[in-house]
C-alpha cells in the first residue's frame, strides 16, 4: 500500500529546501546497486549495506533538522495506521539530483512502513508493486506496477519490502527518507547503539517553522492537533 498523506505548502517547501541547498556540501555518492549516481546522506544512522541489517555506523546528526523529520514521521504513521503506537524513525536518507532509482526493496534494516517528503520542482513519477498487501510481509500476490504521480511537496507512506522506484526525476530534486529498524534487525542496531561512541554534534542551523496541509479527510477523523513546533532557518 502507498498512502498521500499531506502535501507542504510551497512557502514550507522552499524554506526546507533552501536549508538543504546550504548543506549541499555534505552529500556523498550513493554506494546502492540500485542508485548509482545519486547523491546522498544518512540521518543518524547509517545501515552498511550489504550487512543484510547486522552492521551501522554514526551519520549526519541536526538535531532540530531531525525533530522535524520525526514528527512528519509520527504523522504519517498517525493516519496510515491509527491504531498503533506512534513511534519515531530511528534513521533517515535525504538524497538529490535528477537520477533515476532502479525498481528495488529496501534492505532488511527497513521496517515495512517508510515516510518519504518528495522536495522535487515538478511531478515525480514513482513506481510501486504492491506486492504486500497494508504495512506488513504477508501473503504476498501477483500484481503489476503502478505508477503514481506525486507532487512537490508530497508526503507518503508505503511498505519499503515492495519493490519500488523513481522515473526520471528532475534534476533539483530532493527526498527525505525515514524509516525504523526492522524487529528482526532490531537486536543489531540496540548492539551497535550499546557500543556506539557518542555521534559528533553536526548541528548547523535550526528551521523556521514548517507544517504540512492534512487533507479534511483526515482532520475529520479527529487528527486536529498539530504537534509541537518544528524550527526551520
Not at 87 to 105: E, N, S
Not at 106 to 122: E, G, R
Not at 141 to 167: C, K, M, W, Y
Not at 174 to 183: D, F, G, K, T, V
Request: charged content about 20%.
Amino acid at each position: 500500500m502507498v498512502k498521500l498523506v499531506s502535501i507542504l505548502p510551497l512557502a514550507k517547501q522552499h524554506k526546507l529546501r533552501n536549508y538543504l541547498n546550504k548543506h549541499r556540501a555534505l552529500l556523498e555518492s550513493d554506494t546502492s546497486s540500485y542508485g548509482v549516481g545519486r547523491q546522498r546522506y544518512w540521518l543518524e544512522h547509517q545501515p552498511i549495506l550489504g550487512s543484510c541489517g547486522k552492521q551501522y555506523q554514526p551519520a549526519i546528526q541536526h538535531p532540530q533538522f531531525w525533530q522535524f523529520c520525526q514528527t512528519i514521521y509520527r504523522r504519517a504513521m498517525r493516519v496510515a495506521l491509527p491504531d498503533q503506537a506512534t513511534l519515531k524513525p530511528d534513521l533517515g536518507l535525504v538524497a538529490y539530483g535528477g537520477v533515476g532509482i532502479r525498481q528495488h526493496r529496501d534492505d532488511p534494516y527497513a521496517a515495512c512502513p517508510a515516510v518519504s517528503i518528495n522536495l522535487s520542482t515538478a511531478t515525480t513519477q514513482w513506481g510501486y508493486t504492491a506486492t504486500y498487501v497494508g504495512y506488513e510481509k504477508r501473503r504476498p500476490r501477483q500484481i503489476s506496477e503502478e505508477i503514481h504521480h506525486l507532487p512537490p511537496g508530497a508526503i507518503i507512506i508505503f511498505n519499503s519490502q515492495n519493490p519500488h522506484r523513481v522515473i526520471n526525476p528532475d534534476r533539483e530534486r530532493w527526498s527525505i527518507n525515514l524509516w525504523r529498524i526492522s524487529s528482526s534487525c532490531r537486536p543489531y542496531f540496540q548492539s551497535y547503539l550499546d557500543g556506539a561512541p557518542m555521534a559528533r554534534d553536526n548541528a548547523v542551523s535550526f528551521f523556521a517553522q514548517v507544517e504540512e496541509k492534512y487533507y479534511g479527510q483526515e482532520r475529520a477523523k479527529g487528527y486536529t492537533g498539530r504537534g509541537a513546533a518544528v524550527d526551520i532557518s
